[in-house]
């Protein structure tokens, strides 16, 4: 420096970024820059010779003298920054946050001091805005019920949350910052908080830091108190981890609450099915014989019922009747409630399927007055369904059609392509629903205004009909209007490929029944430990001639039989004593000398679980009692005509 301090320099000195004075050693401004000028709101001139107390705040102005002093006396570089974060005084009062460096100067005139200022407003707003962001971040990661902790590329921890702390807090003592991964885990595990009953420490220490290195979903751990932990691992971009310890011990207990609660569900459903299925075969045997009688002693030639007996009979058969449908209903509904039903969905073709419940329904239309009738284009894609299960579907609602028909009125099958699906309406012109009842037709128990009325009922076959559907993936609904008529429909599902729709031609019948015409003595064995079943069996062959009716009471008895005789059919109880109906007819199918021999099968369980069951293991026909005595006929007549 020298004597004229403002000249030679001071371009160099106006282009600093930071404000700069020269003071003697007294105090006195002796050189001021351009940046200290508008730092301070003063010009030049005003500041020249003045003292460089009147830069500094009024509140520490008192004591500046004295630090001016205790600098000149020992006077030395002082950098930027280091412990000089102090204020500076504008013109206007206002005070701004500065950092000052200090730095003496010899010169002729005696020591100088020049004193480098650095206007740090903004940098002090960022810090402000950093620390108020890291608190906030702090604030949240504790809010985290979790423990939380985040490491760095080196695995060493940056920040942990309370609960993070809380959790290893018997583990470690002391800051947790700066501790590897491995450190912190070692530690945790030798602390006694981890549960070794079922692993090793040794093995989940390895099980851990296996997870950490490459995490992929979970690992689980439990800990001395009997709490289960989830740990959660992600890395970060940085090449850091975080790692969440969730407790997830409510979690595990209400599953295990849940699961003891299904198994009891499904213990007290298949203890339901069962008693249901029993209670079937208990309320179906007595009721085989009360029709099954019935029919003898309406059919009986010898000894014909006069008028008002054979009116009685038919109360009887037609209240045996409801009974049964009734049960076989009840029962139905409670397995497909019970999720038991299996459907086996395949392509159906829906005219065969409404030509047979067409056929079904016919004798009943024709009793009832009604004219039944279907529309079905030829070119239908066939759906997916369940045959069985879309045929009861289709005779329910066209029983109903009939039943809540009018006589003279009409009851019409129709099935039409409808986006993707098809559509099978079937609809009547009867007494129709009235609109306040519409609403719960589908639910069990639901006779919309029937209960009190003359058309017998259950209540239970729509909501049978609407579950089986959407089992199926369909939909059904209805339109109904009281005294016009309703229309109910099924939806499904339309399978790829394209049907012809020709339906098989039915084999051609005899005509005369071998039963009455059989010259040669045929042989039927009928295993069956019922005695009034048995009673009704030999009503019902016994006086035809030609057929010899021999009967065993259990399996045993009846397998010897059925191999003495070689007889032309076996009649097979499925519910026996000891060996039961399946066991049998395994045995039969297994003899070559009776394996050719047909086999009716005849149950009380009208279950479909049964009837699938019955198609394996080779029976001809599976029939459910009560036996039904044209149906058991026919087939008779059928296998005796061979
Ligand atoms: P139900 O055994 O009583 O016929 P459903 O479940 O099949 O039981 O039908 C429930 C009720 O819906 C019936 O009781 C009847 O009131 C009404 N319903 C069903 N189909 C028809 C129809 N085609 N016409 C008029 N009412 C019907």
Known sequence: MTDDIDLPFRELVDAAPDGMLVCDAEGAILLVNAEAERMFGYAREELLGRRVDVLVPDAVRGKHGHHVAGYTGAPRVRPMGIGMALAGRRKDGTEIPVEISLAPIRT???????????DVTDRRKLERENRRATAYLMSAVDSVKDAFALFDEHDRVMLVNSAARQLLGSAIEGAIVGLTFEDIVDRALRSGVFDFSNETRD??????????????????????????LRVTEIKTAEHGTVTTIADITEDVERTEQLRTAQQ???????????????????????????????????RDRKQPLGERQLERLQHVQRGGEHLLRLIDDVLDLSRIEAGRVAISVEPVGVREVIEEAVATLQPMAARAGVALAHACPGELAPVLADRTRLAQIL????????????????ARFEAAAAHGAIRVTVSDDGIGIPADKQDRVFEPFQRAGQEAGPIEGTGIGLTITRRLAEMMKGRVGFASEVGRGSVFWIELPVHGARTTGVAAADAPRSA??????????????????????????????????GVALRTAPTAEIGLELVRAHRPDVVILDINLPGMSGFDAIQRLKEWPETK???????????????????????????????????????????????
């Not at 093995?203 to 289960?228: E, K, N, Q, V």
């Not at 005695?531 to 001639?545: H, K, Q, T, V, Y």
């Open 108 to 118: 002729s005139r005696g020591l100088l001091v020049t004193a480098g200022i650095r």
């Open 203 to 228: 093995a989940l220490f390895a099980r851990w830091l296996a997870y950490h290195r490459a995490p992929s979903g979970t690992i689980d751990m439990r800990t001395g108190t009997g709490r289960y």
């Open 264 to 298: 009891a569900a499904e213990t007290a459903s298949a203890a339901k099915s069962e008693f249901l299925s029993s209670m079937s075969h208990e309320l179906r045997t007595p009721l085989n014989a009360i029709l099954g009688f019935a029919q003898l002693l309406e």
């Open 395 to 410: 005779m329910n609602y066209g029983s109903n059609a009939i039943k809540y028909g009018r006589r003279g009125g009409f």
């Open 512 to 545: 005369a029944s071998p039963l009455a015409t059989a010259d040669a003595a045929r042989t039927i064995v009928y295993i069956e430990d019922n005695p009034s079943n048995i009673a009704f069996m030999e009503d019902l062959l016994g006086d035809l001639p």
């Open 596 to 642: 050719a021999i047909p086999v009716i099968g005849l149950s009380a369980a009208a279950l479909l679980r049964d009837t699938s069951r019955a198609a394996d293991a080779g029976f001809h026909r599976y029939l459910t009692k009560p036996v039904k005595v044209d149906e058991l006929m026919s087939t008779l007549e059928d296998l005796l005509a061979r």
